[in-house]
C-alpha cells in the first residue's frame, strides 16, 4: 500500500527536456521501482508559457499525457495538434511525440509511460 503527500514525492527540473526549450519541472507520483515493471514514468509535468518537450521517440512503450491545466501544441510524428485542459494524448511505440506551451499560463499534465 503506497499513501504519499504530494510534499512527499521527489520533484526535479529537466532544462532543455527531450530536445524542448526552458527548464521543465516533474513531480514523480511513483517510482520506476514502484510500477510492478509495467512502466517507468508517472509525473506530474508543469511547462512553463514558451517551454517544451522536445520531440522524441518511443519503443516498446506509450505515453499519455491528461492536461489538468494550460494550452498547448501537441506534435505526434507529421502531424500537430492544439490541446488544453481536459485533454489526453497517446503515442504508442514506433511514434514520435513532443509538447510546446503556447499560451498564456503554465501546461500541468499528468505523464504514464507504460511498457508495450
Known amino acids: ?21 526552458g527548464t521543465v519541472s516533474l513531480k514523480h507520483v511513483l517510482s520506476v521501482d514502484e510500477m510492478s515493471g509495467k ?19 518511443h519503443d516498446g512503450e506509450s505515453e499519455y499525457y491528461y492536461l489538468l491545466a494550460g494550452t498547448g501544441r501537441y506534435r505526434m510524428d507529421d502531424e500537430s495538434f ?22 498564456h499560463q503554465p501546461i500541468t499534465m499528468i505523464a504514464l509511460i507504460l511498457f508495450d
Open 82 to 103: 492544439d490541446v488544453a485542459a481536459g485533454d489526453l494524448t497517446a503515442v504508442s511505440s514506433g511514434h514520435t511525440h513532443g509538447i510546446e506551451n503556447t499560451g
Open 39 to 57: 512502466g517507468r514514468l508517472f509525473s506530474e509535468i508543469t511547462i512553463p508559457v514558451g517551454a517544451s518537450v522536445g520531440l522524441h521517440p
Open 1 to 21: 500500500m503506497i499513501v504519499r503527500h504530494g510534499d512527499e514525492m521527489t520533484r526535479e527540473d529537466r532544462e532543455k527536456m527531450r530536445g524542448g526549450s
